[in-house]
């Protein structure tokens, strides 16, 4: 059963340019990490991880524009994302960059649907769509947090960064949770319409 996120037919191909997109974020996921906690490149890092987060945008629009939204695309892009964003969380704690705090209300979220997808889902055959609300909560964080850490760290405009940052992390959060809530509702639907 579907969700009520992105509705567009799917297809089982699997080598499309958005799918493409997904793949090349996950392997410069470590190349962020590196650069992040390394304190000589964290700027470096910060900027490639601001990228990769920026590029869910972009290979979501070129599958729906081009037809290429697979069903590969639709597991792979949002488990992209939960990783890409999980590993600059970590970078950016351990740099001392992002508060740990704050790095734990996104992580224990994204866990908790991940062991919920695994354990509840994947052995009755459900997938849920991710729904827009949760896309643009993931954007306005991944957009927030490294603003965060720029500020933190005292790059350029620092304290615009700071205040934007947080006034961003504030709006995302609600967002994030919003969607968690939204889940829960859409898994029950689910699993009801499986019920003998």
């Known amino acids: 059963m579907k ?10 191909a699997i080598l499309t340019v958005p799918n493409v ?12 990490f590196y650069l992040i906690v390394h304190e000589p490149t ?5 900027i490639v991880f601001g990228v990769v987060m920026a590029t869910d945008w972009v290979d979501g629009t070129i599958a729906r524009r081009t037809g290429q939204v697979s069903e590969l695309g639709k597991i792979l892009d949002p488990v992209a994302d939960r990783i890409a964003l ?14 740990l705090w704050a790095a734990l209300l996104i992580l224990v979220r ?23 609300v949760g896309k643009v909560a993931t954007f306005t964080l991944a957009t927030a ?3 965060i850490a720029w500020g933190n760290l005292g ?10 940052g947080w006034i961003g992390f504030a709006v995302g959060i ?22 003998p």
């Open 174 to 195: 609600v967002l994030y949770y919003t969607a968690a809530f939204l889940y829960v509702g859409d898994i029950r639907a689910a699993l009801a319409t499986r019920s």
């Open 21 to 32: 997109l997904s793949f090349l974020r996950i392997l410069l996921i470590p190349v962020f």
């Open 86 to 99: 999980a590993a600059g969380l970590i970078a950016l704690v351990i740099r001392g960059a992002f508060p």
């Open 155 to 164: 790059y350029p405009l620092h304290r615009l960064m700071i205040v934007g």
């Open 110 to 132: 994204d866990v908790t649907v991940l062991i919920v997808g695994v354990f509840l889902l994947a052995g009755k055959h459900v997938r849920i769509d991710v729904r827009k």
């Open 145 to 147: 947090v490294p603003a």
């Open 3 to 12: 969700g009520t996120g992105e509705s567009a037919p799917a297809s089982s």
């Open 42 to 46: 964290t700027f470096s890092g910060i």
